[in-house]
């Protein structure tokens, strides 16, 4: 944290600063757990310190673009006098009312703000800035009039919506140590009509925007927005998707104030829910996929339904099949005439399967001569398995063991898989639902819990991502 206050108080340096006469009787208190030295500035102190000249761009809700011209003090410079804490995660900037109670406030991340934001100007260029509290503002640069503390950020991109974060009249400044929570993932319908698929996303939030595009590339803040907020000023920011089918539509659920929400695939045409209990699961768009792809099966018949028990341990044997039929396209390996283990015969479903997975080098058996078909399969055993499978795989993960970036000691990864998660998180081919990262633990961002159980949507999804490498 402090690192990054360094930089952005580096660019500080290059921003005009000017010295404003104190007009205002107010204070600025900034309080909370997540500062050393809390303290209340007087407006004459506010307007005695060194100020900043810049320009925000933004965008409302509507959403409207406009231009706010200020002078004012960086936020880094009044959290810094005050101690802001390595371990701190949020900040609420809050206007009060005339008994002191809070008017208007929104939280935003610490580590959003240190993001690199801009002024974007009318041609798309764009200009660092930093977070300021305004003395002054301005609907010009030559036109400034005297301000109480307007908060003022800028934007990620130029499509962002600001707007409704900047804060008249900031009183309160509360930092905390609170852990931050994520936002809940966008949900989604499918419509058909004809050859065509129109894919409508919706939130329970409406300050969140949903980013997403149809290439199956992963969605940023320069990507499209279905932007919910909008369905009432600028319906065409509202408008189902129109996809064909077997487009990959990736999506995230982005506003200011807490992490993004998990990516989600939908796959028109593929989701047409061969699986009654995963249709609405977080894992919907890759078990279809490959449920169509004659990679996966559910449970069940044809008069009675198929379901696909996302949520159950995956086997060994389960895993074996899944992996030979994704490495051949969905073709069936020989049959097998003899056996390599002990504790199964060539009758076995899946008899064809593990012999083609250790043919493969994939899978190994146990020292007693058993394969062990019925034993689960943990989740640093199938990443391991899936990186195997990779052009390279067990090199590079030789190498990121070597050299790890995610994993620390108390990641709950085995050392003997330390690379191979290492790489797979290199790779992004794990979801989100099975690791978890702690901001504040620099030394081990990332637990995973390897020793777990695999379930059969978590292996859905990685061998889904497999095969989009």
Not at 333 to 357: L, N
Not at 444 to 460: C, D, H, I
């Amino acid at each position: 944290m402090k690192k990054l206050l360094t930089v952005c108080l580096a660019l500080m340096l290059v921003l005009t600063f000017s010295l404003s006469a104190a007009a205002a009787d107010y204070s600025l208190t900034i309080a909370g757990d997540g500062v050393d030295r809390p303290l209340t500035l007087t407006a004459a102190q506010l307007a005695a310190m060194p100020k900043l000249t810049q320009t925000f761009s933004s965008v409302n809700t509507y959403p409207t673009e406009k231009l706010y011209y200020s002078q004012g003090v960086s936020l880094w410079t009044l959290l810094e006098r005050a101690g802001l804490k390595d371990e701190a995660t949020t900040v609420n900037i809050a206007a009060l009312d005339a008994d002191g109670a809070v008017s208007y406030n929104k939280t935003l991340l610490l580590s959003d703000l240190l993001a690199e934001r801009y002024y974007f100007d009318e041609t798309g260029n764009k200009t660092p800035v930093v977070p300021v509290l305004a003395l002054k503002l301005g609907t010009s640069a030559d036109a400034l009039d005297d301000d109480d503390l307007s908060f003022l950020f800028g934007q990620l991109a130029d499509t962002e919506q600001t707007n409704p974060y900047f804060v008249s009249e900031t009183r309160l400044i509360t930092v905390s140590c609170a852990p931050v929570s994520q936002w809940a993932p966008p949900s989604y319908t499918i419509t058909r009509l004809g050859d065509s698929y129109y894919v409508e996303f919706a939130h329970a939030n409406h300050d969140v925007k949903i980013y997403y595009t149809t290439d199956g590339s992963q969605p940023t803040m320069d990507s499209d927005i279905f932007n919910i907020s909008a369905e009432r000023f600028q319906p065409e920011l509202n408008e189902p998707i129109r996809c064909a089918a077997g487009d990959n539509v990736i999506a995230i659920a982005y506003a200011p104030g807490k992490q993004t929400s998990r990516i989600i695939t939908v796959i028109p045409g593929l989701t047409e829910y061969p699986f009654g209990d995963a249709a609405s699961h977080w894992a919907a768009g890759p078990i279809e996929a490959l449920a169509a792809m004659n990679i996966i099966n559910g449970f069940g018949d044809t008069k009675n339904g198929f379901v696909f028990k996302p949520e159950d341990d995956l086997t060994r044997a389960q895993f074996a099949k899944i992996m030979v039929m994704a490495l051949s396209g969905g073709e069936q390996p020989p049959a097998a005439a003899e056996v390599s283990f002990s504790d199964y015969t060539a009758g076995a479903w899946y008899a064809s399967y593990v012999e083609e997975a250790v043919r493969l080098g994939l899978f190994t058996g146990y020292e007693d001569g058993s394969f062990r078909p019925d034993n689960p399969v943990s989740q640093q055993e199938l990443i391991a398995i899936v990186v195997r499978a990779l052009a390279d795989g067990e090199a590079e993960a030789l190498k990121a063991a070597a050299d790890p970036r995610y994993l620390g000691d108390s990641s709950g990864v085995s050392s003997w898989a330390r690379g191979y998660v290492e790489y797979a998180l290199t790779l992004k081919l794990l979801p989100e639902q099975i690791y978890a990262q702690a901001a504040n633990d620099s030394a081990a961002p990332y637990t995973l819990y390897g020793a777990a159980k695999a379930n059969r949507a978590t292996a859905a999804y990685i061998v889904y991502m497999f095969l989009a490498q």
